[in-house]
């Protein structure tokens, strides 16, 4: 696996306020990494930091081998993407025209426009004002012009905080073909589902430190009970993952009485609360 973004040790000091400490990861080529942390945890700080729109304190960072500074930025603004919730469009203008604008200034080609409208399921409202779109229909140009210059990597701060489900799994369809297509995503989001849903692997951020870094499933297993619930007519029942467990699933299967059997798996926000005594909201 080749590495595609590297942070080591790194740290933010707003004035005397410490946003991020000790920070440490690595996020692969090709993966959805997600950054899963409750507001003021420090994950708009970090992206702002790999996207070269603020300056660090301490510690070391490259995206693409490359220091994201000030004297690097034109090597490699041009290869990443980013979605914020500042959306930036120009609401008397069309779809269509506002990603005009955008392909002017990455010198991309007009005609690029009909893949990438398709890709955010905008080519019949290619001529509505933005003024007149939905917040989700927003969101969604707001990700055509991250992606219409086919960049390497993605970086969405909250991609689909306050979108409706139907909007969110949209926006999530469309991020898994990108991803498949071979983009690189980093992640931020505070909602759990989102992360389970879309992420190979999460860090958890509390108070600007990583306070775990695995798969979702990994993470899941690590920190179980290890015990099954097994619905029967008498009510749920608790058996453990171990020989004993088995036997009473075979005896119920056997007598007919098993109705239902659940995994006792916590989900991540349950994790998180576990590991940092806080939630996720
Ligand atoms: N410009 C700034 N000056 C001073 N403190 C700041 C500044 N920007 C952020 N902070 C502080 O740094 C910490 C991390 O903020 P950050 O915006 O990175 O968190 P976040 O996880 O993205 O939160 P949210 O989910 O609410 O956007 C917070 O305590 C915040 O108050």
Redesign the pocket.
Known sequence: MESIIEVDNLAKM??K?Q??KNLSFQVQKGEIFGFL????????????ILTSQLRFTSGRVTVFGIAPDRSSKASYLGRIGILTDNSGLYDRLSVYDNLVLFCRLYGVPEKSLEGVLDAVNLSADRNTLVQRLSKGMKQRVTLARAILHRPEILFL??PTSALDPVNVLQIHETLRRLNREGTTIFL?T?NMQEAEALCDRVAF?NN?EISALDTPLQLRLQHGDQTITLTTPKGPEIVGKNAAGAIRINELIRSGELMAIHSNEPTLGDIFVKLTGRGLE
Request: proline fraction near 4%.
């Open positions: 707003y004035q306020k946003a991020l942390g409750p507001s003021g945890s420090g994950k708009t700080t970090t992206v702002k701060d909250e931020t505070h951020l600007g």
